[in-house]
């Protein structure tokens, strides 16, 4: 079985304790395509010393970052390109589209078959941006985000809505793959004992992710729900503001304030004990919370900016407008106040998760594969001239 080289540029993540969307997304693509028989994997990663190794089935190149971020934009960009050259790989598949690692996969898109995946949307996110993070989302993330997706001729997204606004921007042929969840794994957990939950928040504490939203909708619930508890997990820069908040709406016996849940049988376990799961975000190319929520079957209400292709506005979970607290609240009080309603739901939801599972979600990347392979080999022979031929040009 000829094993099809895939040259992998992206953030190198195994290592880390604190996981993101993104970062949990990259680590299990890692994880579910070095498993596979049918695929040799290289990770070219930026880091801060140049390093060859090999964790598991994974081949790691690590290229030196000579100087901290952004200033070396470059430099990164030429030795990421030519690591992808001294590799020679079947294909390159770059994951996020508003760093260097797409610059370089846009700047080889005529040498090798290229894939980007994206997992966020700068062009839309940026307006939540502050800081040292807005200065360099509006100089390089945003020109590079909008550069690269006009020029990487294939391009993954995980919602359809996603879709219908790329389309908007790019003349790239475009694939949906949601994103993946352990599913059997998640099945072993069980709730934790003795927790009273109701509402569970589980993300980063940033504006963009609104958990004020949900705690300015509290108030409202506790008309009908008044030994409501809300437990809210994550950390970032809105921490310090939502404990404001909290105080100020006289809350604080009813949020509880969970810090970065690390441990996955202590964050499944309060999946499994809460009643609903809450995802207020301002904008989101589906929350990763919605996915793990259903997988422990519950429902999720989630904001129409949260793009969350999993909810059936209904059928697994609530949609409601973003920043309308009062149509978020109805919404919980409904899911709290309605047993049936809430076990059919979460019901629903645990068999729709299934089809979410990380082992079919890399078999569809896999198929992507070879037909992007495929097309830009039967593009090269239309042009004239061969494959390996293209490839001794630099």
């Known amino acids: 079985m000829k094993r099809i080289k895939v040259a992998m540029l992206a953030s190198y993540v195994t290592h880390y304790t604190k996981t993101s969307g993104s970062v949990m997304h990259i680590k299990k693509t890692i ?7 049918d695929i040799e994997l290289h990770l070219i990663t930026i880091g801060n010393k140049r390093r060859e190794f090999k964790e598991g089935n994974v081949n790691v190149h ?6 901290p971020y952004p200033f070396p934009i470059m430099s990164s960009v030429w030795s990421l390109k030519h690591k992808v050259i001294e590799i020679n790989p079947d294909i390159v598949h770059v994951i996020g589209s508003g760093d260097v690692y797409s610059t370089a996969a ?8 290229t894939l980007l995946t994206v997992m966020g949307l700068v062009l839309k996110e ?4 502050e800081g040292i993070d807005l200065i360099f989302g509006a100089l390089l993330q945003k020109p590079n985000e909008k550069y690269v997706l006009s020029k990487i001729p294939n391009i993954i997204i995980i919602t359809p809505a996603i879709k219908n606004l790329i389309s908007k921007w790019t003349k790239s042929k475009i694939y949906i793959i949601q994103d993946g969840i352990e599913f059997e794994k998640i099945q ?10 109701d509402v569970l928040f589980m993300s980063h504490l940033s504006k963009l992710k609104g958990a004020d939203i949900l705690i300015k909708a509290l108030p409202m619930v506790l008309n009908s729900v008044p030994d409501l508890t809300v437990y809210i997990a994550g950390t970032g820069p809105q921490e310090d503001e939502l404990k404001g908040l909290v105080k100020e709406l006289n809350l604080e016996a009813h949020v509880k304030f969970l810090g970065f849940v690390s441990d996955e049988k202590e964050k499944y376990g309060y999946y499994k004990a809460c009643k609903v799961v809450v995802a207020p975000s301002r904008w989101d190319c589906q929350p990763y919370a919605v996915t793990e929520g259903a997988a422990c079957g519950k429902p999720t209400i989630a904001s129409d900016k949260s793009n969350s292709a999993l909810l059936n506005d209904g059928k697994i979970g609530f949609i409601f407008q973003s920043e309308n607290t009062e149509s978020l609240a109805n919404k919980i009080i409904k899911l ?6 809430r076990e059919e739901m979460g019901k629903a939801a645990l068999e729709k998760a299934r089809e979410y599972d990380w082992s079919k979600v890399v078999d569809r990347k896999v198929e992507i594969y070879k037909e992007v392979i495929a097309d830009f080999c039967e593009g090269k022979r239309g042009k004239g001239g061969t494959l390996k031929e293209r490839r001794r040009k630099v």
């Not at 994880?31 to 028989?37: E, M």
């Not at 690590?62 to 100087?67: G, K, N, V």
Request: proline letters at 7%.
């Open 31 to 37: 994880k579910y395509l070095a498993d596979r028989d």
């Open 336 to 341: 709290l106040k309605d047993d049936k309603l």
């Open 62 to 67: 690590m290229i030196r970052r000579p100087l």
């Open 106 to 113: 846009a700047f080889l898109r005529n040498r090798y078959p």
């Open 188 to 197: 072993r957990f069980q709730p934790r004992n003795g927790e009273k939950l």
């Open 126 to 129: 940026i307006k939540f941006y």
